[in-house]
């Protein structure tokens, strides 16, 4: 069955949804987008990603059409017209159709909003199931402005096809000798019992996911740090994770075909993974 999108004041079938080809997010990736989760049909930290949303629309000075409230009854309904139980909805507002193309922008444009869902086919309903992957290490092309959720990916495209190329799950980018982030995710590692993210710049986006692990850290009495990470120090990490809304928190064992830490899935993700199954069964009654 084909799926409900949302396109500009419509619902529509998915297959039946088009932009201009004048539309700027198309032309210039000129457009913002969360991906946000719903477990048993709930949505999993909204103001979270609406407030990052907000912010990345800010940032670019495209005009945010809708308030929170309407946003949420938006979100609501594509989940209802949707099939799953457990979803993952798009976001995206480009800053609308200008004709013809050039890069500067008149400041009446309307923004072009479309949200779409999938089933989201959890690997398992058990962040504590979640299976280990490997990474590789690669220099980061992307442009200097991360902290924004913004379509243009063409950089991550690159470096997810390095990543594929190179027999590994995931790619870890490396910015001046620093850790920066996953190619879709946030770096987290473990040191002596230490939990350690590279602190919040113009590289990295805030992730929705990453602030959690803050949440759970200050409740369990976990201790975390957040600073710059060199390279040689994620080398010599005892756990590596990565975050996402999608992949929760994601458990690296092998790093550039080296074993991190003794090579199996470390405590302290063990415990964190646990934590989180904890919140989501408090939550959604899933997980546990
Ligand atoms: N990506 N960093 C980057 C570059 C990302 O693209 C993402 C998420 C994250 C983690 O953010 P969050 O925890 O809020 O999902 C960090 C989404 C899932 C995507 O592009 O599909």
Redesign the pocket.
Known sequence: MTSTVYLNGEWLPADQAAVSVFDRGFLFGDAV?E?IIAYNRQLFRLEQ?LA?LTRSLSETGIQNPFGIHEWRFLIERLIELNEGDNQSVYLQVSRGVSQPRRHNYPLNLTPTVFLSSNPLLLKSQRSSQIKACSAVTLEDIRWSR?DI?STSLLG?VLLKKQVFESGADEGILIRDGWVA??????VFLVKESKIITPKISDW??T????DFIFELCFRYGLVIEERDVSLPELVDADEIWL?????EIRPVTELNACPVGTGNIGPLWKKMAAYYDRHKAELFSCGS
Do not use: D, F, P, Q
């Not at 982030?181 to 946030?186: F, I, L, V």
């Not at 975050?243 to 992949?247: D, E, G, R, V």
């Open positions: 987008y991906v990603h990052r991360g959720k991550s982030e996953g190619t879709a995710s946030n990295i986006l992730g929705v996911t990453r975050t996402s809304t999608t992949a």
